[in-house]
C-alpha cells in the first residue's frame, strides 16, 4: 500500500538557518505531494503542493520538489523564522477512481529559537 | 475560502458514554474525512464519506461509527467511549476532481475519556 516517510524529530534550529525535512513516499502510479502545517492548537494547513514530476511547490519561503526518480519531496526553506515553529506532515494522494484520501507522514516537529 | 467547522474544542466524557463529534463545511464539498491524531503516530484515517448516506472505512474503524445524512454534516459517533479513544480528532473535507484539490480540515477536538 502507499507510504510516505519523513525525518523524525523533534528539529531544533537557530532563526535565520537552513530547514530541510526529508520526506520519502511509496505509491503506485503518480500521486500528488502535499506538505501540510500545524501550529500549535490548530488544525492542519495546506503549505505548498504537486502534481507531477519536476514541479516545484513553493509558499511562505518553503519549498519542495517532486522528485519521481527519487521518490521524494523534501521541504526546504532558506531562513527560518521563530513563527515557523509547527509540525509539518508530508502526504500523497493516489489519483483516479473516486479515491480522494491522502496518506500522512508521522509529521515532525520544528522548533526556530531566537 | 473553505470553512470546516468542529463542534468543539475540547471535550471531556467518561468511559461507556456515547459521544458525538460534530463537523461541518460550507463548500458543497462530496467527500469528507474523520482522522485521529496521536503522537509519534501522525494521522490516521477512522472514516470517511464520499456523499450524503454513503461511507467507507479506513484504516481504524474499530470502535467508531459515523453519520452523513446531509452534505454539510458529518458525525463521528463512539459508540461506547474507552480511555484508549482519547486523541485529538481531525475533520476535513475535498472539493473537486483535480489532482491538486486539497484536504481542508477542522481545528480538531481534543477529546478526553476519564
Known amino acids: 500500500g502507499d507510504s510516505v516517510t519523513q525525518m523524525e524529530g523533534p528539529v531544533t534550529l537557530s532563526e535565520e538557518a537552513f530547514l530541510t525535512i526529508n520526506c520519502t513516499y511509496t505509491?503506485?502510479?503518480?500521486?500528488?505531494l502535499f506538505w501540510y502545517v500545524q501550529y500549535p492548537g490548530e488544525g492542519l494547513q495546506l503549505l505548498l503542493k504537486?502534481?507531477?514530476?519536476?514541479d516545484k511547490g513553493s509558499n511562505k519561503g518553503f519549498e519542495a520538489t517532486y522528485r519521481k526518480e527519487t521518490t521524494s519531496f523534501h521541504l526546504e526553506k532558506g531562513s527560518v523564522q521563530v513563527s515557523d515553529s509547527a509540525v509539518y506532515f508530508c502526504a500523497l494522494r493516489r489519483i483516479g477512481g473516486s479515491n480522494y484520501k491522502l496518506t500522512f507522514g508521522k509529521g515532525t516537529l520544528l522548533t526556530v529559537n531566537p | 475560502d473553505v470553512k470546516v467547522t468542529q463542534s468543539s474544542r475540547y471535550l471531556v466524557k467518561r468511559t461507556g458514554e456515547k459521544v458525538f463529534l460534530e463537523c461541518v463545511q460550507d463548500?458543497?464539498?462530496?467527500?469528507m474525512f474523520w482522522y485521529r491524531q496521536d503522537p509519534g503516530l501522525g494521522l490516521r484515517l477512522i472514516y470517511f464519506?464520499?456523499?450524503?448516506?454513503?461511507?467507507e472505512k479506513g484504516d481504524i474503524p474499530e470502535g467508531y461509527s459515523v453519520s452523513r445524512e446531509k452534505k454539510e454534516r458529518f458525525s463521528l459517533i463512539l459508540e461506547s467511549a474507552s480511555t484508549n479513544q482519547t486523541s485529538m480528532y481531525l475533520c476535513a473535507s475535498i472539493g473537486g476532481r483535480g489532482p491538486d484539490q486539497p484536504q481542508h480540515f477542522g481545528d480538531g477536538t481534543r477529546l478526553s475519556i476519564l
Open positions: 464519506s464520499y456523499d450524503v448516506k454513503m461511507k
Open positions: 504537486a502534481t507531477k514530476a519536476d
Open positions: 463548500m458543497d464539498h462530496e467527500n
Open positions: 505509491a503506485t502510479g503518480y500521486p500528488s
